[in-house]
């Protein structure tokens, strides 16, 4: 069940997961709100654009206890 997934991967602890980070475009470095999705596994890797460059970069979350550490590298052409 997914319940039982989201309970494993996500122990009940203080109540707070990270739903946003802030990150630098890796192009242009301007700052980028990105909203996160706890949801989606304690580990994720997906392609994202540059708000303000359009650039697209891949990132990389991965969860422990609640907090998201966040990378953003330039995506790599196939």
Known sequence: M????LDEAFPLG???VDTDAEVSCPYCGAPNVL????GSGEHQEYSEDCQVC??????????????AEVSV?????L
């Open 2 to 5: 997914l319940d039982d997934y």
């Open 73 to 77: 590298e330039p995506e790599q052409d």
């Open 35 to 38: 909203p996160l999705d706890p």
């Open 54 to 67: 359009c650039r697209p970069w891949t990132v990389r979350v991965r969860y422990a206890g609640g907090s």
């Open 14 to 16: 203080d109540g707070i």
